[in-house]
């Protein structure tokens, strides 16, 4: 199965800051990977899909690249609301479709 | 408005049973593949499994033969059936609408599972 590691495990940031997390494949998966936020007691949400392609609703300020086998997921101008955790998934081919550990953003 | 609802879950003793289903709106339910993705608390998100529009299904190795997802189309309904719970499967479980590119666009509300004697 395709194992996915992002970094920093945590990370401690202030409004207005550019944050970026990356996540790396152990295999290349093209461009089937995905970005989602979650907040406590909440379900995921999706940010990005196809490694840069903003979901509908998104602010514009989360932005994604990356291919192959490494990606990145960057908030410029963090706001207040943006303080959660973020998790990359893989979904090159056919399932299982592996999620990164997390990354928790908290406010320094 | 896109609308996913699970029910089923609850306290179930370890080697018992447990069938979750997830009631969805909104969209033409039977041209979405469905997903099913469990965090245990504190931790990270895990895939559980997934049925395509003609009913594939996958799973992970740590359920695969345990866990089996199915779908009604006429009823609107994803279903996750669970045997052989242990401690370990205790998590909020999540249904998800596929967004075409294995992404889930949209996430039910979750519900929990405990698996404790």
């Known amino acids: 199965d395709i194992q996915l590691t992002q970094s920093p495990s945590s990370l401690s940031a202030s409004v207005g800051d550019r944050v970026t997390i990356t996540c790396r494949a152990s295999?290349?998966?093209?461009?089937?990977l995905n970005w989602y936020l979650q907040k406590p007691g909440k379900a995921p949400r999706l940010l990005i899909y196809?490694?840069?392609d903003l979901e509908s609703g998104v602010p514009s300020r989360f932005s994604g690249s990356g291919f192959g086998t490494d990606f990145t997921l960057t908030i410029d101008s963090l706001q207040a609301e943006d303080f959660a955790t973020y998790y990359c998934q893989q979904s090159y081919t056919t399932p299982p479709y592996t999620f990164g550990q997390g990354t928790q953003l908290d406010f320094k | 408005e896109v609308q996913l609802v699970e029910s089923g879950g609850g306290l179930v003793q370890p080697g018992g049973s447990l069938t979750l289903s997830c009631a969805a709106s909104g969209f033409t339910f039977s041209n979405y593949e469905m997903h099913w993705v469990r965090q245990v608390a504190g931790e990270g998100l895990e895939w559980v499994s997934a049925?395509?529009?003609?009913?594939?299904?996958y799973y992970p190795d740590s359920v695969k033969g345990r866990f089996t997802v199915s779908r009604d189309n006429a009823k609107k309904s994803l279903y996750l059936q669970m045997n052989g719970l242990r401690a370990g499967d205790t998590a909020v479980y999540y249904c998800g609408r596929d967004s075409g590119v294995g992404a889930i666009d949209h996430w039910g509300q979750g519900i929990l599972v405990s698996v404790s004697s």
């Open positions: 196809a490694a840069s």
């Open positions: 049925i395509n529009s003609a009913g594939d299904t």
């Open positions: 295999q290349s998966i093209n461009a089937y």
